[in-house]
């Protein structure tokens, strides 16, 4: 079982970076892939970004793609995502998920087995 914490939400203003850090326990941060959804008042949870075991290999959104850069420290069993030229359609709580499996799908939610408590991002215009 993985626990993790996410960190680093807040108020920025648009066109903004924030950094955004999940800290997961465990000794096995290693054997899961991670990754970043969110989730706005009154929307569905939607994903962000995904990372691989070794960092290697990442996928992220349309919606955030060369804004937004995911990736791991293993030997900190964090992962983080760094956002950049923020939006305020980019306002939502942040949530950092963790997967055992490779399925080829990691842009879904419901392959993901551990969850944070989010962290909030807003973005004001």
């Known amino acids: 079982q993985v626990q993790l914490v996410e960190s680093g939400g807040g108020l920025v203003q648009a066109g903004g970076s924030l950094r955004l850090s999940c800290a997961a326990s465990?000794?096995?941060?290693?054997?899961?892939?991670m990754g970043w959804f969110r989730q706005a008042p009154g929307k569905e949870r939607e994903f962000v970004a995904t990372?691989?075991?070794?960092?290697?290999?990442?996928l992220y959104a349309d919606s955030v793609k060369g804004r937004s850069t995911i990736s791991r420290d293993n030997a900190k069993n964090t992962v983080y995502l760094q956002m950049n030229s923020l939006k305020p359609e980019d306002a939502a709580v942040y949530y950092c998920?963790?997967?055992?499996?490779?399925?080829?799908?990691?842009?879904?939610?419901?392959?993901?087995?551990?969850w944070g408590q989010g962290t909030q991002v807003t973005v004001s215009s």
């Open positions: 998920a963790a997967s055992r499996r490779s399925s080829g799908s990691e842009y879904r939610g419901d392959l993901y087995d551990y």
């Open positions: 465990g000794r096995t941060f290693t054997m899961y892939i």
């Open positions: 990372i691989n075991w070794g960092g290697g290999s990442t």
